[in-house]
Nanobody, 124 residues
Framework: QVQLVESGGGLVQAGGSLRLSCAAS????????MGWFRQGPGKEREFVAA????????VITNSVKGRFTISRDNAKNTVYLQMNSLKPEDTAVYYC?????????????????WGQGTQVTVSS
C-alpha cells in the first residue's frame, strides 16, 4: 500500500513557476514508477510526466516539454514536478500516481495509487 500526498500548488501569474511535491508513504517507494497527471476544468485527465523507479528514465508530454521537469528523491520518498513558464492552459488539478511497472508509463490505467490532487491556477 502506498499513500500519496501532493503539495505546492497555488495561484501564479503566467510566466511564473511552481514546484509540486508528492510525498509517499511506505518503504517500497523506490520500486514504483511515478507519474503526474492533470485535469483541467471541463477536461479529461491527461498525462503530464512520468519517471522510472530509479529516476533514470523520464517521459514528458509534448505540451509541457521544455517547461516542466520531473524528478524524484528516493531517500525522501518524494517525486517533484518543476513547472516553469506557466501558461493559463496549465490550470488544472495535478495528481501524482504510483505504478508497480517500475518503468515510466503514460496510461492512467497502469497506475495503482493516486494522491488527492493539488490545484494549480495560472492567471493571464
Amino acid at each position: 500500500q502506498v499513500q500519496l500526498v501532493e503539495s505546492g500548488g497555488g495561484l501564479v501569474q503566467a510566466g511564473g513557476s511552481l514546484r509540486l511535491s508528492c510525498a509517499a508513504s511506505g518503504r517500497t517507494f523506490s520500486s514504483y514508477a511515478m507519474g503526474w497527471f492533470r485535469q483541467g476544468p471541463g477536461k479529461e485527465r491527461e498525462f503530464v510526466a512520468a519517471i522510472s523507479w530509479s529516476g533514470g528514465n523520464t517521459v514528458i508530454t509534448n505540451s509541457v516539454k521544455g517547461r516542466f521537469t520531473i524528478s524524484r528523491d528516493n531517500a525522501k520518498n518524494t517525486v517533484y514536478l518543476q513547472m516553469n513558464s506557466l501558461k493559463p492552459e496549465d490550470t488544472a488539478v495535478y495528481y501524482c500516481a504510483a505504478s508497480q511497472t517500475m518503468a515510466p508509463v503514460l496510461s492512467h490505467y497502469e497506475y495503482d495509487y493516486w494522491g488527492q490532487g493539488t490545484q494549480v491556477t495560472v492567471s493571464s
